[in-house]
């Protein structure tokens, strides 16, 4: 029976697993493989975040980038190969398909879903999933998977160790114990994000997103379309892969009916069905865990409502009578079911010949708020029109026969890039806006007269927002921005339509004091060694590539002394760099890599700059009444009481705080507003943890 946990409306959130032995005995591991996580805890590995081209004894790949956490060293755990699993393992068996998908002890439902969504599209599949890789012809230990991050194609080579329990995998498996398409793709997944334990807190549209290059939207079910069929149906047509959920109650508990809590569904189908007594509308939904199904009408083994359908029509739907996750049910029990859809468009032509798959037409832009240039903030401000603005042109209309109105339909989604490495959550959204009849850009005079024709309805911190339209043909004008003015970041645009529409970037007139602006300084340069220099410094104080808090005092106190922030070394406490490690910390294990560290002194070279900036009296401390719009300036915005909490905990006597004393800040900040929206899978505000989550949370901390 499967564990659950009580959480959030995460569909699959942070569980927190029993405490588990950090030490690898050679009974758990083979030599090789002892060998390699020895290499991996104590980093005495190249720091690159490269290929390393490193064989074992066996002369098979070995994989020393692979962050190991405590979840894969417990007791009774050995990594192992397939091969060592079964005698003649296959990366695919009979073709990768959506039942190739079942749940371990792991709880990533979210991105299992996605994967079954993946596996329906076979040219998304092959993009993702190169499938002439075996384990026969060229095995050499390693597969390749490719993922699409910020524009591009990314591929992430793993080795194919795999982490069991008594001789089986106890993740992601194929209920054909030959086959580890499946396994090694959640393998390559976890790599990517950080290792396995980051897959116990994800949303599947992001998933989706990284593994299609798609576009992601989240839908109320209850305000959806009144012809939901036709509505599922023209997603699909899109070639839209499509998650459902039912957020309502305890994590991962069955309702009367079998349909699960906070758990990731795939919706793969809509279908207008022939019965003896008319049509019905069904839709088609998987669990990826293989197994627990609905159980009222129309379910695989206890729906009468199947003796009413042809044998002819059954087999056109493909139905399988068995307990396999799949089932059919009607559309009218979706909507009391489920709560949450999340929808991801498609935004490449990856069809199979002869599909009926017709995707959007897709422009991508990237751009960049940068202070005082391209930073406005919002509308209520005065420095709007500052923002980037892109020219959207709409000209053919849908292809709706049964529609009377002229409308063109689209999709637009920002993505503010990188955010989490450099320390940022930028509150972000959309506006768009009549063009002016003549210019392309809109001035701060057209739109203090002008009111926006669609918007988002808040700015949102998330990593991507996403606003859905429809608009007569025309010009318009779609403005990006964050919710305060002078904000530094960079965002990535992404416009669908129908084809024949199109946007451009809007050009800003070149009045002779704009032309005038260079590009803005990076006040840590003056404060804060080099790159190459920190380099340096993590291999002079980090033994052997792992930083401890102990070394990250020194590490920083050396640094901070040779610049203009000189003296405020002597703020630094040991227990600053206890937090900066633990919040950093992607293993679990109180200590940095080369790779985390990396990450971490993006954050403090940004932060560097927001203090410098905020400092205005030059004293190496923040003012009480600097601290709130310094703090805006990274991104984050919180009220009085939180203010008034900052002034009591992190300041000094004189009310003032220490440049040291803001990192630890921010750092504390941040990652606390990362775990709430980690937890807030539709943005409710709320969030519903445990009680040992909510110790693990804070002690940990």
């Known amino acids: 029976m499967k564990k659950s946990v009580s959480v959030s409306s995460e569909c ?33 590995m190249p720091a690159e975040s490269g290929d390393v081209n490193t064989l074992g004894r066996d002369g098979l790949f070995v994989d020393h980038h692979f962050p190991v956490g405590e979840l894969e060293m417990q007791s009774g755990v050995k990594w192992k190969r397939p091969k060592e699993l079964c005698p003649s393992p296959q990366f695919i068996v ?235 049910m009607s559309v009218s029990d979706f909507r009391q079911h489920f709560e949450v859809m999340e929808v991801c468009h498609l935004t490449e032509i990856v069809n199979e010949q002869g599909s009926s798959v017709l995707p959007w037409s897709y422009i991508m832009h990237h751009g960049n708020w940068v202070p005082s240039i391209s930073a406005g903030g919002s509308p209520h401000g005065g420095w709007f029109w500052q923002n980037p603005q892109f020219s959207f042109v709409l000209s053919e209309v849908d292809s709706d026969p049964g529609s009377s109105q002229r409308t063109c339909s689209f999709v637009l989604a920002l993505m503010q890039k990188h955010q989490r490495r450099r320390g940022i959550n930028l509150a972000i959204a959309l506006h768009v806006y009549p063009a002016h009849p003549k210019n392309t850009y809109l001035s701060s ?58 946007t451009t970037p809007a050009q800003k007139p070149s009045p002779q004091d704009i032309s005038a602006i260079t590009e803005p300084s990076f006040p840590h340069q003056a404060a804060l060694p080099s790159l190459k220099s920190i380099r340096d410094l993590f291999m002079k104080h980090c033994s052997k590539g792992s930083c401890k808090p102990v070394h990250l005092h020194r590490l920083l106190t050396e640094a901070i002394q040779g610049g203009v922030l000189a003296g405020s070394e002597k703020s630094l406490a040991l227990e600053h760099c206890k937090s900066l490690v633990v919040l950093m910390d992607s293993q679990g294990v109180a200590q940095l890599n080369w790779a985390d560290f990396q990450s971490l002194w993006d954050k403090i070279k940004r932060w560097t700059d927001i203090f410098l900036v905020f400092d205005k009296n030059k004293t190496q401390r923040l003012e009480y009444q600097e601290v709130s719009p310094a703090l805006k300036a990274a991104g984050i915005v919180v009220d009085d009481l939180v203010m008034q909490l900052v002034g009591l905990r992190y300041t000094e006597p004189d009310m003032t705080i220490s440049y040291p004393g803001f990192l630890y800040l921010l750092m504390k900040l941040e990652s606390m507003i990362h775990k709430f929206h980690a937890y807030d899978m539709v943005g409710a505000g709320t969030i519903t943890i445990s009680y040992r989550q909510w110790l693990h949370m804070t002690m940990y901390n």
């Open 445 to 502: 005079k057209d739109l203090s007269v002008l009111h926006p024709v669609l918007y988002s309805q808040q700015y949102s911190p998330r990593r991507e927002v996403v606003l859905r339209g429809s608009l007569p043909p025309g010009r318009y004008v779609i403005i990006p921005s964050t919710a305060e003015p002078n904000q530094q970041g960079a965002f990535l645009l992404r416009v669908l339509t129908e084809h024949g529409n199109a």
């Open 12 to 44: 699959s959130l942070p569980p927190l697993e029993d405490e588990v032995d950090s030490v690898c005995s050679d009974e758990l591991l083979g030599s090789q493989s002892r060998r390699w996580l020895a290499d991996l805890l104590t980093g005495d």
């Open 94 to 328: 009979n073709g990768a398909s959506r039942l190739d998908i079942c749940q371990g002890k792991l709880n990533d439902c979210w991105l299992l879903s996605a994967i079954a969504s993946l596996a329906v599209n076979r040219p998304l599949l092959r993009k993702v999933v190169p499938l002439e890789q075996s384990f026969q012809d060229g095995y050499n230990g390693s597969f390749a998977f490719r993922f699409w991050q910020y524009g591009e194609w990314e591929e992430v080579r793993i080795d194919d160790f795999l982490p069991t329990q008594n001789n089986d995998l106890i993740y992601l498996r194929s209920p054909e114990k030959q086959e580890f398409w499946s396994s090694l793709l959640e393998k390559a997944y976890a790599k990517l994000k950080g290792g396995y334990r980051a897959l116990d807190m994800g949303f599947p549209h992001e998933a989706m997103v990284d593994m299609t290059g798609g576009v992601a939207e989240v839908l109320n079910v209850a305000s959806m379309p009144r012809d939901l069929p036709a509505f599922l149906g023209h997603l699909l047509a899109k070639g839209a892969l499509i998650n459902c959920a039912n957020c309502q109650g305890p994590l991962e508990q069955r309702n009367e009916l079998g349909i699960m809590f906070r758990h990731a569904y795939s919706l793969t189908a809509v279908e207008k069905v022939r019965t003896t007594r008319g049509t019905e509308d069904l839709v088609r939904i998987l669990n990826p865990w293989g197994n627990t199904e609905w159980e009222g009408p129309w379910s695989d083994l206890k729906g009468p409502e199947w003796s009413t359908v042809s044998m002819e029509e059954q087999k056109r739907l493909e139905r399988v009578c068995r307990e396999d996750g799949e089932f059919w």
